[in-house]
């Protein structure tokens, strides 16, 4: 192959909890009925305020411990601002600066894959769009569940590869009970970053690819992606830093937009919730 392939991955698993990540209304995934479990906390009303799930806590850094990761002594949450109707506060409870997890790694094919971060932080709502309607309907049900999201480093090379690190963290987050991690249900959320160099050592322009909701859909996105990229470098295109979603009937991605950057989002501390000491061991 001319040109090589770089991969990192953005990985976001709800977590198996009683309660939301801070209110204590029920985190039940397979609630039908719209809007049933929610509360002024999680529907952002005007003087509530936050109370962490240690739960939530304790199972994203069981779930370092098992990558490897160091776990920090001190850890805070971030605000992460940005509009979007499934968002009632215009802000996500995230993290930014000190994550719960750092440096750990997987090993696949008895490579090791390096793990940035996890971190955690909220999920958003759920918009419905009622075909043929003009109007958009939005389920606060799965705003505020914990989400925990692990960040690789680019050390993946395969569409292969890829989806077998996906699996392996799947039976991980299973064995630990920590999500259930259905891909169909959306409670493992893949992000693709895929890049193409013809210097294996050096990284190209990177892509990200959005709602990949199967195994088969990483290996697939990630192959079409090769060949996008291939094709465009080797007409002397430019790749543009973008985030492309993927058709899973047409089985292609599309461009949704030019990637934002974190300065974009305002990061800043969250200033209603404290500190978390960590006391391992
Ligand atoms: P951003 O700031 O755009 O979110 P990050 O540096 O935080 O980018 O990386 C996000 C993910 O993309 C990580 O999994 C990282 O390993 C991966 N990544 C970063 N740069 C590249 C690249 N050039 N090619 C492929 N993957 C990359
Ligand atoms: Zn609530
Ligand atoms: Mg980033």
């Known amino acids: 192959m001319a040109y090589f392939p770089t991969i990192g991955l953005e990985i976001h698993a709800e977590l198996k909890t009683k309660s939301k990540m801070f209110c204590s209304c029920a985190n039940n995934p397979d609630e039908k009925k719209a809007n049933i479990n929610i509360c002024p906390i999680c529907t952002a009303q005007p003087g509530t305020l936050p109370v962490i799930n240690k739960e939530a806590v304790r199972k994203v850094i069981k779930t370092g411990l098992a990558l490897n990761c160091r776990i920090s002594e001190h850890s805070k949450f971030d605000r992460k601002n940005y509009f979007y109707p499934d968002l009632p506060k215009a802000y996500q409870i995230s993290q930014y600066y000190l994550p719960f997890c750092q440096n750990g790694y997987l090993k696949i094919n008895n490579r090791k894959i390096r793990i940035r971060e996890i971190h955690l932080e909220e999920d958003t709502g759920k918009l419905i769009h009622p075909q043929g ?145 960590i006391l391992t061991r």
């Open 133 to 277: 309607a003009d109007y958009s309907l939005v389920d606060f049900n799965r705003a505020g569940i914990p989400l925990m999201e692990l960040v690789t480093e680019p050390d993946i090379h395969s569409a292969k590869e890829a989806k077998k690190f996906a699996e392996e963290l799947r039976l991980i987050f299973r064995y630990l009970d920590v999500s259930d991690a259905n891909m169909e249900k959306g409670q493992m959320r893949c992000e693709v970053n895929i890049s193409l160099n013809k210097d294996p050592k050096k990284l190209g322009v990177k892509v990200e690819i959005k709602n990949l909701n199967s195994f088969r859909a990483v290996e697939k996105g990630i192959d079409y992606e090769i060949e996008r990229q291939t094709k465009m470098l080797e007409s002397r295109k430019k790749i543009i830093q973008e985030t492309r979603g993927w058709n899973n009937v047409k089985e292609i991605t599309f461009s949704q937009r030019e990637k934002e950057e974190a300065h974009d989002y305002r990061y800043f501390p969250e200033p209603d919730l404290p500190m978390i000491k």
